[in-house]
C-alpha cells in the first residue's frame, strides 16, 4: 500500500508540473532507498517485458500442449468435369470399348478428425515448455536483482555527490568569510593586496568543483528516474545521506558466500537442463508413432445444371496409422551429435563461470574489508583535520598563523571530509555488487502484489 501511495503521489506532481519542471518545495518528492527500489521494481518498463515474456512462454507450452488433443476438420469441395475420363475395355468379340467415367458435377464434404495416441517426440517437447518456463522466470528474476543493483548505484552515487557539494560548499562559504574579511583588512591598510587576491583565487578556484558537483547531481537525478520509470521533468531529492548507512555496515562483515542463487549459474543450470532435453527429444525421433483417424463425409454427382439433382451419400472410416522412421540419410544421427556436444559444453562453461563467480566474490569481499578499514581510518582523519582547523583558527585571530596556513587546514579538512564519504560510498557500492553476484536482493518484498 504505501508504494502505491509513492507513486500515486509522483504520477500526481508530475500531471501537476506540466511542461515545465517545478523547483518549489511542494512539488519536491523526498524519496529513500526503499522507495526507489519499490518503485523501480513495480514501474520500470524491462521488469514488465520480463514479466510478459513469462506469460508469453506459457502460452506457448499450451500451444504444444494442444497438439495431444484430437485435430477435427470440416472440408467441402465442388468439382466440374470439363470432360469425363474415358476408360477402355477390351470387349468378348475382339473389339475395344470407350467407357466415360463420372458426371458433370461432383462434391464431396464432412468432418475429419485425428488425435496422436504414441508421439515420444511430442511428449518430450513438452518438457522443453517447462524448462522454457523456468529460464523465463529466472530471467525475469534476474532483472530485478539486476534493477535494484542499478537503482542502489545511481542512489549511492548522487548521495556521493551531495554529501561532496555540501563539503565544497561549506568550504567555499569559509573562503568567502575569508576573502571578505581581507578585503576589509585591505581597505584599512592592515592586509597586503597580495593576502586580499590570495584570498579571493581561493574562492574562485572552488566555483568550478560546484558547478562539477550540481552537473552531477541533475545526471544522477535522470540516471535514477529512468530507473524508476519516472517522468523526467519530476523533482526528486533523497532523503538520506551517506552517514545513515553507516550504523548497519558492521552487521554484514559476515555472509554467506554460497552461489546457489547466483542467477547466472541458475541460467546456465537451466540451460543445461534444457540442452539435456532436446538431446532427449532427438533420441525420441527414433521412435515409432501411433495415430488415430475417422471420417464422415458425404458426396453427390449429377449432370447438367449444379444446383440440381442432388443425389447424396455418406461414407464414414476410422484407422491407425503406424509410422516407423527406418532411414532419413543420417540427420536424425548427426542432430543427436550436436545435442550430446552441446551437453558436454555445458558443463565446461559451468566450470569456468563458477571458478570466475568466486573471483569477484572474493574481490568485492576484499573491497568491502579496505573500505571499512578506511572508513575507520578517515574517520579519526576528519576529527584531527577539524581540531588542528579550529587551532590554526585560533592562531590566526591572534595574528600568529598565516592565511596560508589557514587555507591548508581548510583544504585538508574539506580532503579529509570527501575522502571519509567517499570510503562509505566504496563500502555500499562494494556490498551492493557481492549481493548482486550472490543473487540475495531481498526483491520480493518490494514488489506489489
Known sequence: MYNKLIIMLALA?????GAKAQTSGADNLLLSLDDCIRIALNENPTIKVAEMEIERVDYSKKETLGQLLPEVNFSGQYTRNLALQTIYMDAGDGQTRAIKMGRDNTYNTGFSASIPLVVPQLWKTLKLSDNQILQNMEKARASR????NQVKNAYYSLLLAND??????????????NADIFAKKFELGTASEYDMLRANVAVTNLEPSILEAENSINQLKLQLKLLMG????????PSQTLDDFKGNMYEHALVDTSLVNNTAMKSLDLQTDYLQKALDVQKASWWPTLSGSANLMWSSMSNGNPFKNFMWSKSSSVGLTLAIPLFQGGRRYYRQKQAEIAVREMKWQRENLERSLHVQVQNDLN?????LKQIESNEGGVRQATKANEIMQQSFKIGSGTFIQLRDTEDALMSARLAYYQAIYNFLIAESNLEHVLGNAPINQYISK
Open 367 to 371: 573491497s568491502i574489508s579496505k573500505s
Open 230 to 237: 519516472m517522468d523526467a521533468r519530476l523533482n526528486i531529492t
Open 145 to 148: 536483482i539486476d534493477l535494484v
Open 164 to 177: 561532496s557539494k555540501r563539503v565544497i560548499e561549506e568550504n567555499h562559504e569559509t573562503a568567502k568569510l
Open 13 to 17: 506532481i508530475c500531471t501537476m508540473t
